[in-house]
């Protein structure tokens, strides 16, 4: 299986911030990763997917980057919405795995 | 627009079967871009991917919980049913079912979810 590890596990700052998560992954994945967001008590929510692809209606704020073993996920302001987990999937083979999450939290 | 919403038992005695009910609407598990996965987290823990049916009735399993699960559709009534068999307590966990539109294309990520069902197993 491939193993997802995120960094960091938790992540404080402030309104305005600019934030990155790093995702890096066992063994290549190409470009087959999505990024969501989590609340306490909702299902996850898609921000992106395939890397860096932007899904529609979520805040040009978010971007997704890399290729191969490391990706980021950016929040290029941090607003207080946007306070919660964050989740990254591999889709690039069987069985399909996400990382262990990094908690946002408001500094 | 789309929506799905998971529906079961609440609670689930050790060594029993759970069965779960994903009732979707929206779209439709005839066409080959769709395909439709389970998703599970226990309490303050991480996402596990469990299972994906597409519509072509191809089923892809979790290789640590292969033994135990069966995912199955009924496209007639838009569900997409989930079993898992000899319960643990360490299954309790909140249980989504999810939409995946990219399953023609390889995009194999969840662009719809289900509001999720908290299944707790105990005695």
């Known amino acids: 299986d491939i193993q997802m590890t995120q960094s960091p596990s938790t992540l404080s700052a402030f309104v305005g911030d600019r934030v990155t998560i790093t995702c890096r992954a066992s063994?290549?994945?190409?470009?087959?990763l999505a990024w969501y967001q989590q609340k306490p008590g909702k299902a996850p929510k898609l921000l992106i997917y395939?890397?860096?692809s932007l899904e529609s209606g979520v805040p040009s704020r978010f971007s997704g980057s890399g290729s191969g073993t490391e990706f980021t996920l950016t929040i290029s302001s941090l607003q207080p919405d946007d306070f919660a987990n964050y989740y990254c999937?591999?889709?690039?083979?069987?069985?399909?795995?996400f990382g262990q999450g990094t908690k946002v939290e408001i500094k | 627009q789309v929506t799905l919403r998971e529906s079961g038992p609440a609670l689930v005695k050790p060594t029993q079967t759970l069965t779960l009910t994903c009732t979707f609407s929206?779209?439709?598990?005839?066409?080959?871009?769709?395909?439709v996965s389970w998703i599970r987290q226990p309490p303050g823990k991480a996402l596990e991917w469990l299972a994906r049916?597409?519509?072509?009735?191809?089923?892809y399993y979790t290789t640590s919980l292969m033994t135990r699960l069966t995912i199955s559709k009924d496209t007639s009534k838009n569900q997409v049913l989930l079993t898992m068999t000899n319960m643990d307590p360490v299954d309790t966990a909140t249980y989504y079912c999810?939409?995946?539109?990219?399953?023609?294309?390889?995009?194999?990520?969840?662009?719809?979810w289900g509001q999720g069902t908290l299944v707790t197993v105990s005695s």
């Open positions: 999810a939409r995946i539109a990219g399953c023609g294309s390889g995009d194999y990520y969840f662009d719809y």
């Open positions: 929206g779209f439709s598990l005839t066409t080959s871009e769709m395909c």
């Open positions: 049916i597409d519509s072509d009735d191809s089923k």
């Open positions: 063994q290549s994945i190409i470009r087959w």
């Open positions: 395939k890397a860096s």
């Open positions: 999937q591999q889709y690039n083979s069987f069985p399909w795995t």
